[in-house]
Structure formats: structure tokens, C-alpha cells
């Protein structure tokens, strides 16, 4: 073939097809049923509805009841119910239907599903995909609009997954389903109609490999860590720091468990400063890590403190004051100002009497 | 005519005079089992039959009307707050259209020192314990997660989480059992809850603790798109009472004479001191899930067209006119009152109340923590510079 046929070929191609997030998650689901007769969905409203946000629509009808069907209705059942079945081989992908109602399973996952392979010394491994609708931003009512991806992450013996692209939701879920360990997938759910392509990593051999942060924009000035929900809020704030006079570079975690300290620490030290972008309320939050290891490897090539955004310290507040609850562009470009560029000391957390000029 | 306030006053206080006449405390003749079908007074067209229902005196003529009048304006209200939820006025309705009869039930068999702990579907029955329609709208309206006050109107905050309420009305009872207080608790849970852990252990704490605990299971068949087939095999779910020692009952939960009935007589059993009861009660939700749901994408129409037949306002209208206890005039001032309830509604949901933006901070906590107080400072300094730059 020559170059200018190939050329030619590539301008006569269709543009890539665009599916929205749930529907990528659709696909993988389909093609990990299809390609492993072991893999079984189930949980609350996921056959015959196609769940509350369609993301198994039309599974339940085209694999049949036996791979993915509607549970009764107890979170810690199917959980639990999980366990079993991937004792017995199955490789179980559950859903809870929002983030704040996978409480009552919290025990099967921190005692169990987190555990076994420890406690059985190795013996019995359970490859079960926990997917987890999960954060704000759509104007949801109390309950479900919860960051509960700390509690996943502060518990050893679980991967933790945080997709922020249409591709890496495709991508990732197959990557989880594959797995040898639990993995708890958490899916922004205002992210759930965001449009993209999967075409390439529907024809790679190989899914996105977990622990691989992605840098989703280059820049040289100060680096925004982000994850799930917030790399939108990230890429914005970057896009909006440019006016400013700032080459602002997004790191996208990926995955929370494992972590990827090496992207994130290569590109602090090439900026030399870091803002840590996350929706959920920052007390004791995943942000807190990030900074903490930032700082750890990275603090020689620091040029001012770690510095975090995140949600307030309140449960998450009713669909009016959300706003004003969620990290915005602004908070961001807050934080990318308070960086010490002109080398002034950050007089923020001074007690007062100590502050020049403060009364 | 009264006022639309007035008519929902109207409505609690024939509730409350009336609920301890009409019952009794004689314990259950079945002892714990349940009727092999459910308790009916009325048949779908509304005349009188005795089915299993030999154990429950009649609800007082007064009682009834009462009843009738509270489930016109019900549903009125629940028809208005579809409609706003449909218009954008409110994020989210979870309505209980069809279910007037568990709803009104509910509280009519109640005094007003009992408590109820309600679930988000039960709004009809908040309506009728006489709280304000706004004050409840303001969850799905996202002003509050509670927007009135449960101690004033001794109606715990509806429940999103399912079947975790019902652990508390068992807390709740006991406590005020201990208290030497004779308050009962009335907690509500779907068909779906029943299947959560948190059903069964409040059953078990409410037997062991002999609390003064009526629980009420509607079941309307449907747990978002999930039937109830797929949720239990057993007879019924109010056989789910034995296992735990406690007096069950299953009833027509359209028959709102039979709802009442079976009530009073459930309420009266735990206020004497016997211990909890389990009622569940048959009926149907006639709408969606919610407005985001698409009930067409797991059930057929003619099933709903079928239960559109059981409708419980017809009904008990049907019994009440033929008793002569109603008439034309009635009817139509009730109607009256309903559309009067929901014009109200409609007006007062039109406002748009400001929320203050620091109220994030409140009540997080007795004292905010010095945390919760940077984060305060902050917001405000962020309003203060947005308003500034206006
Ligand atoms: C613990 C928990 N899990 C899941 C949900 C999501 N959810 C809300 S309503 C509902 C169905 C409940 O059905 P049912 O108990 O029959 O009550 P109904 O809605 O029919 O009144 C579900 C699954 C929830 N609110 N709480
Ligand atoms: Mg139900």
C-alpha cells in the first residue's frame, strides 16, 4: 500500500463514532460477558430496567436472566452473594445503585471482599467488580450524591478506580473484570452522559493497566492532580490559568489503588508546584495522600506548600447550595494564585498577631 | 368553606378524635398468623363482604368521611406535585397515586402524640398528619433535607435509605416506653425494604423489646422496576411477622375501610402494651417510580388499567353514598377543598425562597469545628468578592 493510498483512506474514514459514558460501560460489560462465560452481573434494577442510569440496558435480554439479573433488594446480600459466587468461579460484577446505598454492604466489603485472599493465605482470591455510581453535580437529593471513595481507598486489599473518560470507562472496566482482585469501580455519575470515542481501545489487545496515571494536558508551570469527577474541573481551570499567564499541566490519577506516584511526582518535578483537585469533602480524603507523597518525593523541586481543593467539610448539601459545596474553576485558580510566584510567603495559616499589617 | 389549611387541620383533627374510639385492645384472634388472604371490608365497587375480617370492628361513620375527605385531597396534592416535578419545579417526586388508602390509613389510626417514621414515598400521609405541603416538598424541591420539624409535627425526617427507619421507630418506642410515655410508633417500608437486612432486625428489636411498634408494609407491588416476585416467594410478606413472635396481618391496602380497621386495631394492640404489629397491606402504585422512571419499560399497561379498578377513592365514595353518609354536595366541596389544597401548593412552590448559603456550616456539628470555620470564612470572603464585582 502506498502512502498516498493510506493517506487518502484515512480522510475517506468516517469520523469516530461518539457513545456517552454509560454506554461505553454498556459495551464493556458486553464484551467481558462475551468473552468470559463466567462474568455475571446482577444487583438492584440492572435486567429488565437496564439499571437507573441504563447502563446494563438490554443485557439482561440479550445474555439471557441467568447473566445478569435483578437481586432482592439488600445491598449486603448481593455483596455477600458476590463472595460466594466468586468462590464458586464466577467473576461477579455488581452494581450498587448509588454511592451513599452501598452502606449496608460496607461490611461485607471491608471484612470480606477486601480480606479474603489475606486471610486464606493466598487460597482464595475473589475477582468481583464492585461498580459504584458515585459524586455530585446533577442536582441530586440527599444520599445520592456521596464521595465514598476514601472508605474504599483506606482499605487495604482493594483497587480502587476512578474513570474520567469515556475511553478509560470502557477501558478500565475491562482491565477490573480481568482482574485477580476486588475492584471497586466508581463511576462520576455527571459524567455519565459525556460523549466520547472507544474505537481505539475497542481495537487494542491490551486495556488501560492500572496504577498508569494519564497526563491529559501538558504544562510547565504547576501541576492540577485530579481524579474521576474533578479532571474536567481540572482541564477548565487549566484552560482558564492560560489566560493568566500559567502552563498548567492535569494529571489524571485513574486509579486511586494503585497509585501512581511516579507520573505524579515526575511532573511536580518538572512544575514545581501542585494543587490537588478532588470533589469530595477534603477531611482525611484521598487528596490528603496525594499531598502527602507529593511532598514526600517531590520536595526539593517544590517552590510552595502542596495545596488541596476539595469539597466542604458537610454532608453533601441539597440540590440548591451544591454549588457552592462543589470545587469549582475559581477555587482552583484560588489555589494556583496562592502557589508563592512572587515569592512572598503565604501569609494564610499565620496566626493573626504574626500577619504584617493584620489586625 | 374553610380555607385549604384549614381543610388539612380539619382532616388531623377528625384523626385524632376518632382514633382511639373506633379500636380495640383485645389481642389478635389468630394470634400471629396473618388472614390466608387479605382482610376486606369493601369490594372493588364498594359493597360491604367479610372476608377474614370478622376480628376488626368497622371504623366509625366519622372515621370514614374523615378518611374519604383526606384521600380526595391526597391525591390531589400528590397529582400537583407530579405536575411540578414534571414542570422542573421540583428535582425529583416520588409519587403514591393509588396507595390514598395506606396512606390516610396510616395516620387517621394514629393520636397526635404518636410518631411516625415515613419513607420518601409517603408524602400523601405527611399531608394528612396536617404538616405543611411546602415544608415537605422542600426535600425534592433542594432546599433541605427535611424542611419541616420532626419534633413539632413528631414525624421523623422521610427516609431515603431503605428500611434503616425502621430500626428507629423500634429505638424510639422503647425509649418512650421506658419514659413511661403511651406514644406509638408507626414506621413504614415498601415491599423492597422488606428484603434489607434492616427489616428483619427491627422486627426482631421491636419483638424482643415488645415495642410499641405498628409496621406498615405497603406493598405496591414494585420496587422501582423490580416485582415482588423477585423480592420474595413467601405467602405474603406479612408472614414475615411469625418468625419473629410478632402479630402479622395482611389487608386489602385499597379498601381503605379494611386499612382503617386493621390499623386501629394494630395501633391499640401496641399502645396496651402487647407488643409490635405487622401489617401489610396490598396495593398498587399507579405511577412511575418516580417522574425519571419509564414504567413502560417493565410493565404493561393493562396491569395498571386492572388496578385502576381497585381504585380506593371510588370505592369507600361508593360505600359512603350508599350508607347515605355522603351526597353530591359533599363530593363537590371536598373536590372543592382539594383543588383549593393544590392552587395553594402551586402558589406558595412558585416562590423561590433564597437559601442562605451559610446554612451550609449549620448544624454540621453543635460547635462547627475550627475547620468548618476556615471553610466558612472562606465562602463568605468568595460571596463578599462576587458581590463586589457586580
Ligand atoms: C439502601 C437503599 N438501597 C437502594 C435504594 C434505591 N432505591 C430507592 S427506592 C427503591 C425501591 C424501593 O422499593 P419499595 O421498598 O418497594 O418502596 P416503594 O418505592 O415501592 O415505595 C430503591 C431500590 C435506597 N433508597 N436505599
Ligand atoms: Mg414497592
Known amino acids: 500500500m502506498t502512502t498516498a493510498a493510506r493517506a487518502e483512506d484515512i480522510c475517506a474514514s468516517p469520523?469516530?463514532?461518539?457513545?456517552?459514558?454509560?454506554?461505553?460501560?454498556?459495551?464493556?460489560?458486553?464484551?467481558?460477558?462475551?468473552?468470559?462465560?463466567?462474568?455475571?452481573?446482577?444487583g438492584e434494577d440492572v435486567g429488565t430496567l437496564g439499571g437507573v442510569f441504563r447502563v446494563t440496558d438490554g443485557i439482561s435480554r440479550d445474555f439471557g436472566q441467568d447473566r445478569c439479573?435483578?437481586?432482592?433488594?439488600?445491598?449486603?446480600?448481593?455483596?455477600?452473594f458476590a463472595v460466594g459466587m466468586a468462590m464458586a468461579g464466577f467473576r461477579p460484577v455488581i452494581e450498587m445503585q448509588f454511592d451513599a446505598f452501598a452502606y449496608p454492604a460496607f461490611e461485607q466489603i471491608a471484612s470480606h471482599v477486601a480480606k479474603m485472599r489475606n486471610r486464606t493465605a493466598g487460597r482464595i482470591n475473589l475477582p468481583i467488580v464492585i461498580r459504584i455510581?458515585?459524586?455530585?453535580?446533577?442536582?441530586?437529593?440527599?444520599?445520592?450524591?456521596?464521595?465514598?471513595?476514601?472508605?474504599?481507598?483506606?482499605?487495604?486489599?482493594?483497587?480502587?478506580?476512578?474513570?474520567?473518560?469515556v475511553e478509560d470507562s470502557y477501558s478500565l472496566?475491562?482491565?477490573?473484570?480481568?482482574?485477580?482482585?476486588?475492584?471497586?469501580?466508581?463511576?462520576?455519575?455527571?459524567?455519565?452522559?459525556?460523549?466520547?470515542?472507544?474505537?481505539?481501545?475497542?481495537?487494542?489487545?491490551?486495556?488501560?493497566?492500572?496504577?498508569?496515571?494519564?497526563?491529559?494536558r501538558e504544562g510547565t508551570d504547576v501541576t492540577l492532580v485530579a481524579y474521576g469527577p474533578s479532571v474536567e474541573v481540572a482541564l477548565q481551570a487549566a484552560l482558564a490559568a492560560e489566560e493568566s499567564g500559567w502552563s498548567v499541566e492535569v494529571v489524571d490519577l485513574r486509579t486511586l489503588v494503585p497509585l501512581d506516584d511516579e507520573t505524579m511526582v515526575a511532573s511536580v518535578r518538572k512544575t514545581g508546584r501542585c494543587v490537588v483537585v478532588q470533589e469530595a469533602q477534603g477531611f482525611a480524603g484521598v487528596g490528603a495522600e496525594i499531598a502527602a507523597r507529593v511532598q514526600e518525593r517531590a520536595f526539593h523541586s517544590l517552590h510552595a506548600p502542596v495545596l488541596r481543593v476539595a469539597g466542604l467539610d458537610i454532608p453533601y448539601p441539597p440540590p440548591k447550595l451544591e454549588h457552592l459545596h462543589l470545587p469549582d474553576v475559581e477555587r482552583?485558580?484560588?489555589?494556583?494564585?496562592?502557589?508563592?510566584?512572587?515569592?512572598?510567603?503565604?501569609?494564610?495559616?499565620?496566626?493573626?498577631d504574626s500577619k504584617g499589617g493584620a489586625t | 368553606m374553610p380555607t385549604p389549611l384549614e381543610a388539612a387541620s380539619l382532616t388531623t383533627d377528625t384523626s385524632t378524635a376518632l382514633a382511639q374510639t373506633a379500636s380495640t385492645d383485645r389481642s389478635f384472634a389468630r394470634g400471629l398468623m396473618p388472614a390466608s388472604m387479605p382482610?376486606?371490608?369493601?369490594?372493588?365497587?364498594?359493597?360491604?363482604?367479610?372476608?377474614?375480617?370478622?376480628d376488626y370492628p368497622e371504623p366509625s361513620s366519622q372515621q370514614l368521611v374523615a378518611a374519604y375527605r383526606a384521600m380526595v385531597i391526597g391525591r390531589r396534592f400528590d397529582i400537583q406535585a407530579t405536575a411540578l416535578a414534571k414542570q422542573g419545579r421540583l428535582a425529583v417526586y416520588p409519587p403514591s397515586r393509588g396507595q390514598e388508602a395506606c396512606q390516610i390509613g396510616s395516620m387517621l389510626a394514629l393520636s397526635p402524640d404518636d410518631w411516625a417514621f415515613p419513607t420518601y414515598r409517603d408524602s400523601m400521609a405527611l399531608v394528612t398528619r396536617g404538616l405543611d405541603p411546602v415544608e415537605i416538598l422542600a426535600v425534592p424541591h433542594g432546599t433541605a433535607h427535611c424542611g419541616y420539624d420532626p419534633r413539632a409535627s413528631r414525624t421523623a425526617p422521610q427516609c431515603t435509605p431503605l428500611a434503616t427507619q425502621l430500626v428507629h421507630a423500634v429505638g424510639f418506642a422503647s425509649g418512650e416506653k421506658r419514659k413511661g410515655r403511651p406514644t406509638v410508633a408507626m414506621a413504614f417500608v415498601g415491599d423492597g425494604g422488606t428484603s434489607e437486612g434492616d427489616f428483619h432486625e427491627a422486627l426482631n428489636f421491636a419483638a424482643v423489646f415488645k415495642a410499641p411498634v405498628v409496621f406498615l408494609v405497603q406493598n405496591n407491588k414494585y420496587a422501582i422496576s423490580?416485582?415482588?416476585?423477585?423480592?420474595?416467594?413467601?405467602?405474603?410478606?406479612?408472614?414475615?411477622?411469625?418468625?419473629?413472635g410478632i402479630a402479622s396481618e395482611q389487608v386489602d391496602g385499597n379498601d381503605a375501610m379494611a386499612v382503617l380497621a386493621v390499623l386501629n386495631k394494630a395501633v391499640a394492640h401496641a399502645r396496651s402494651g402487647q407488643g409490635p404489629v405487622l401489617v401489610e397491606a396490598h396495593t398498587y402504585r399507579l405511577d412511575a417510580h418516580t417522574n425519571a422512571d419509564d414504567a413502560t419499560r417493565y410493565r404493561d399497561s393493562a396491569e395498571v388499567e386492572d388496578w385502576l379498578r381497585r381504585d380506593p377513592i371510588p370505592r369507600l365514595e361508593a360505600w359512603l353514598r350508599h350508607?347515605?353518609?355522603?351526597d353530591d354536595a359533599f363530593v363537590a366541596l371536598v373536590a372543592h377543598q382539594g383543588e383549593a389544597f393544590a392552587a395553594d401548593v402551586r402558589e406558595r412552590m412558585a416562590i423561590n425562597l433564597a437559601v442562605d448559603p451559610m446554612s451550609l456550616f449549620d448544624n454540621v456539628f453543635a460547635t462547627p469545628t475550627p475547620q468548618l470555620l476556615e471553610q466558612r470564612a472562606m465562602l463568605e470572603a468568595e460571596l463578599e468578592a462576587e458581590e463586589a464585582s457586580r
Open chain 1, 69 to 80: 439479573f435483578d437481586t432482592p433488594l439488600a445491598e449486603a446480600g448481593i455483596v455477600g
Open chain 1, 173 to 216: 472496566l475491562r482491565e477490573a473484570i480481568n482482574d485477580p482482585d476486588p475492584v471497586v469501580f466508581m463511576e462520576p455519575k455527571r459524567l455519565y452522559w459525556s460523549k466520547g470515542s472507544i474505537e481505539s481501545v475497542l481495537a487494542a489487545t491490551k486495556f488501560a493497566s492500572f496504577g498508569r496515571a494519564a497526563v491529559r
Open chain 2, 39 to 54: 382482610v376486606q371490608f369493601l369490594d372493588d365497587l364498594g359493597h360491604r363482604v367479610q372476608v377474614f375480617n370478622d
Open chain 1, 15 to 42: 469520523p469516530p463514532q461518539l457513545v456517552t459514558m454509560s454506554g461505553a460501560i454498556n459495551r464493556a460489560l458486553r464484551d467481558a460477558m462475551t468473552a468470559d462465560p463466567d462474568v455475571v452481573v446482577f
Open chain 1, 332 to 352: 482552583v485558580l484560588d489555589a494556583i494564585a496562592r502557589l508563592q510566584w512572587d515569592d512572598d510567603t503565604d501569609t494564610r495559616f499565620l496566626p493573626s
Open chain 1, 133 to 165: 455510581p458515585f459524586a455530585g453535580g446533577i442536582g441530586g437529593v440527599e444520599h445520592h450524591c456521596d464521595s465514598s471513595e476514601a472508605y474504599y481507598a483506606h482499605t487495604p486489599g482493594l483497587k480502587v478506580v476512578t474513570p474520567a473518560t
Open chain 2, 323 to 326: 350508607k347515605g353518609l355522603i
Open chain 2, 226 to 244: 423490580v416485582p415482588i416476585s423477585r423480592q420474595s416467594v413467601a405467602p405474603s410478606l406479612g408472614y414475615k411477622g411469625i418468625g419473629y
